[in-house]
């Protein structure tokens, strides 16, 4: 089909040929073959040209749709083929307030990794647990912290063998409120004084306030008329909503803020945890590129991150 598009096209076996890199007796033989093989004639001979007949021009008509869908199939497949699929976990929180805004521009300046995203807040499992890079918060094993910091009840993964670490961001505390809720009471003038006012407790940390009440040298026992919900998300909302102060992740604030500015601090500076965020993959993924190119954008993702917000000024 090939030489009698070329020979169609063109009007000439010569210039077939030369397209196609054939003999012209090869591409005169192709096409004979063809007109044998459908029983009639493709071409009208003249001494000096070329002309299509009636089924010829149906035939060629058919010839280019039929090459041109082949050529275009057999393109997405190679594209799609030089492609290499990285699967992302990040946890929910995370994911949605700062990962969510970079993808479009990861996509954009890295065409040839397709980046999936899953979010959980479970133990990472980078053995063979379908995921090729994660981000978690919690203690790295053999790191010493300091004991009168919050505690992170999160486990970034069951199994440390074999994995790498890289931190990105400190994990540090600050209570978050409506304004309208703290022009209502009291000014806060000491870490004290928040206790004015109902706490809003979310149960992945649910020691926070207990913890952040006591790196301020005060004791705090949840009482009725504290508020608790299952997710950050929730938390915050409720705090927005000026029903309570929730306790939040420092950076996960910073964004927050940015879609409700009438989110505050309560009080500053943040107090930071005994733990931190980190980007974990496999050593056996050394030698991926893709993978490779997703941890180094990351890390200098959460770079510009620390210096915008000053992250690292906390106490």
Not at 51 to 75: K, V, Y
Not at 147 to 162: A, C, F, K, N, S
Not at 235 to 257: F, N, W
Not at 268 to 294: M, N
């Amino acid at each position: 089909m090939r030489p009698f598009e070329a020979t169609a096209r063109l009007g000439s076996f010569t210039l077939a040929a030369q397209e196609l890199s054939l003999t012209q007796g090869a591409v005169s033989q192709q096409v004979r073959n063809l007109e044998d093989y459908l029983g009639v004639r493709l071409f009208e001979r003249h001494a000096r040209r070329l002309e299509l007949s009636d089924e010829g021009r149906q035939f060629f008509a058919s010839a280019q749709r039929a090459l041109d869908d082949l050529e275009r199939t057999t393109a997405r497949i190679v594209a799609r083929g030089a492609r290499e699929t990285v699967t992302l976990s990040a946890m929910p929180s995370l994911a949605t307030f700062w990962l969510m805004p970079r993808l479009a521009a990861f996509t954009a300046s890295r065409p040839n990794i397709d980046l999936r995203l899953t979010t959980s807040i479970e133990a990472a499992d980078l053995h063979g647990g379908g995921i090729d890079v994660a981000i978690r918060v919690g203690k790295l094993p053999g790191r010493a912290y300091r004991r009168d910091r919050p505690r992170i009840d999160l486990v970034m993964t069951e199994r440390w063998d074999g994995l790498v670490a890289d931190a990105l961001f400190p994990d540090a505390l600050v209570p978050v409120a409506s304004r309208q809720l703290l022009a209502q009471g009291a000014a806060i003038a000491s870490p004290a004084d928040l206790l004015a006012h109902p706490l809003i407790h979310t149960v992945s940390r649910q020691r926070a306030w207990q913890d952040w009440f006591q790196a301020h040298a005060l004791s705090f026992q949840p009482r009725a008329q504290d508020l608790e919900f299952g997710h950050l998300f929730i938390s915050l909302q409720a705090a927005q909503e000026g029903r309570g102060i929730a306790v939040v992740p420092e950076l996960i604030y910073h964004y927050a803020r940015e879609q409700s500015p009438d989110l505050t601090a309560a009080w500053t500076p943040a107090v930071r945890s005994s733990g931190e965020y980190y980007v974990l993959t496999h050593e056996s993924q050394d030698t991926s590129p893709a993978v490779q190119s997703v941890r180094q954008w990351l890390i200098e993702q959460a770079g510009q991150t620390r210096r915008q917000y000053r992250l690292d000024d906390c106490v």
